[in-house]
Nanobody, 119 residues
Framework: VQLQASGGGLVQPGGSLRLSCVAS????????IGWFRQAPGKEREEVSC????????AHAESVKGRYTISRDNAKNTMSLQMNSLKPEDTAVYYC?????????????WGQGTQVTVSS
C-alpha cells in the first residue's frame, strides 16, 4: 500500500509544473485526496484537496486560481497542475489520501517531491 509522487523539479517564476501521484494497493476513489507542502523551517500545510463526500475541491488562498487538483479513478492517480509559480511555492509536495482532507485525517502519504521555483 503506497502513494508514489512524481513531477517535481526546478522551474522559473511564472512557469508551470504538473505533479502526479499513483496509488497502489488500494483504490483512491474510496478516499478524500489532497496535496500538501512543507517549506524549510515551516509546518506542513494543505494546498489543495478533493472531498470524498461530494467531490468538491478546496485550495489554500495562496494558490487559488493557480493550482488545479484532479483525480483519475480509472488510473488510480491524482494530479496537481501548478501554474504561475512563485518562489514562495518552493517546498516538498506530498500527496495523501484519507477519510477527510486534513493533515490529521490523512491515512496514506506519498514520499514527497521537491518543487523549486527560482530564476
Amino acid at each position: 500500500v503506497q502513494l508514489q509522487a512524481s513531477g517535481g523539479g526546478l522551474v522559473q517564476p511564472g512557469g508551470s509544473l504538473r505533479l502526479s501521484c499513483v496509488a497502489s494497493g488500494f483504490a483512491l476513489n474510496y478516499y478524500a485526496i489532497g496535496w500538501f507542502r512543507q517549506a524549510p523551517g515551516k509546518e506542513r500545510e494543505e494546498v489543495s484537496c478533493i472531498s470524498l463526500s461530494d467531490g468538491s475541491t478546496a485550495h489554500a488562498e495562496s494558490v487559488k486560481g493557480r493550482y488545479t487538483i484532479s483525480r483519475d479513478n480509472a488510473k488510480n492517480t491524482m494530479s496537481l497542475q501548478m501554474n504561475s509559480l512563485k518562489p514562495e511555492d518552493t517546498a516538498v509536495y506530498y500527496c495523501a489520501a484519507g477519510r477527510s482532507p486534513t493533515i490529521a485525517t490523512m491515512t496514506f502519504w506519498g514520499q514527497g517531491t521537491q518543487v523549486t521555483v527560482s530564476s
